[in-house]
């Protein structure tokens, strides 16, 4: 990669145990969402992350952002180990990384006004409202909206016009990097088109760098550089964009891109990992210490079920973490 690091992740870990609350007391059960995963996204790139439901993409995102806090692993943004951060720094660094949900109204308040809910991260640093007001008429009319229309509520605004005033209210504070949770997964199909071109105009403008996560591989491959195939909290492979969709190398992503296109339904890969967490339960069993996937692999040889194989190059940033390519 010829850019500079933005963002550059080590091996972060991240497990949530939850206790079971009933009348009987059950064991705690733990889930590992984020496993020794690390990955770099260069200043101006767009790195698609790519998963079923579960598996661990939001975890990893809100790592990211300090959102929450990782086991272990290294997390640098530029020079600066943000872990290593007091509360009152981050607090400073948070300006520079923002995060765009699949809902808008996760982020903002039906109860204020569209230009409230934009104001409220620049009143939140000092900045007076006087300068906030100016800046929210700016920021509306970078997302395409219409300034004199920023009295209105939320609620009278459509899906895809509220995902526009999410996305001005987290460039509100001039942030360098977004993370952007499924930000189309709930929008139709032409809704999605035209925000998804909004982002890349303002990458380009604002330059501005994105992890965009989804669960659609073919989204992915239209809009990020290059893509990462999450599983279980695990990074199967990872290359451009173009070669992990139209040479998918792990059985995983070959096994969900199949489905996908045999599936006409807008959810086909959620139904998809629904299907493959169901057969988790016999998969379990079989994995063990090996490769996470084994147990639904048709393509499961011997190495598999012994040791789990790490992602491994396999020509320039092109890796997989399979034994049948190569991996040790
Ligand atoms: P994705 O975004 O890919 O759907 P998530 O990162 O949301 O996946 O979740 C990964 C796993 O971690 C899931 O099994 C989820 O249930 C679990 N998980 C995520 N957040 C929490 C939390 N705050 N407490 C307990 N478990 C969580
Ligand atoms: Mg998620």
Not at 26 to 47: F, R
Not at 127 to 143: Q, Y
């Amino acid at each position: 990669m010829t850019r500079p690091p933005l963002i550059d992740v080590r091996g972060v870990n991240k497990t949530f145990t939850v206790s079971k609350r009933g009348l009987f007391r059950q064991p705690a059960a733990s889930t590992k969402a984020v496993n020794d995963v690390s990955l770099t996204i260069g200043k101006g790139e767009i790195l698609g992350c790519v998963g079923g439901s579960g598996s661990g993409k939001s975890t990893l995102g809100r790592i990211i952002l300090r959102l929450v806090e990782p086991d272990s692993g290294e997390v640098r943004y530029g020079d600066t180990d943000l872990r290593a951060l007091s509360n009152e720094e981050m607090r400073q660094y948070r300006r520079r990384l923002q995060i765009v949900f699949q809902d808008p109204l996760q982020s903002l308040n039906p109860r204020r006004t569209v230009a409230e809910n934009i104001a409220r991260p620049l009143l939140n640093f000092g900045i007076s409202a006087a300068v906030a007001s100016r800046r929210v008429d700016e920021l509306l009319d970078l997302v395409g909206l219409d300034p004199r229309q920023s009295y209105r509520y939320p609620h009278e605004y459509s899906g895809g016009q509220c995902q526009r005033i999410a996305i001005a209210r987290a460039l509100a504070l001039e942030p360098d990097f977004l993370f952007l949770d499924e930000p189309v997964s709930a929008l139709d199909v032409s809704i999605q088109a035209q925000i998804l071109n909004l982002l890349a105009d303002l990458r380009k403008k604002l330059d501005l760098t994105f992890l965009f996560v989804s669960h659609d591989l073919k989204i992915v491959k239209q809009f990020c550089d290059r893509t990462m195939v999450m599983y279980r909290g695990c990074v199967l492979e990872t290359g451009t964009s173009e070669e992990v969709y139209s040479d998918p190398l792990h059985p995983f992503t070959r096994d969900f891109l199949g489905t996908v296109l045999h599936l006409r339904k807008d959810n086909r890969w959620e139904q998809a990992a629904e299907r493959a967490e169901d057969l988790e339960g016999t998969a379990a069993g079989l994995a063990g210490s090996g490769c996470i996937y084994a147990g639904n692999c048709a393509e499961r040889f011997d190495p598999c079920t012994r040791s789990a194989p790490s992602l491994t190059a396999v020509a320039g940033e092109r890796r997989v973490a399979c034994f049948r390519h190569g991996a040790t």
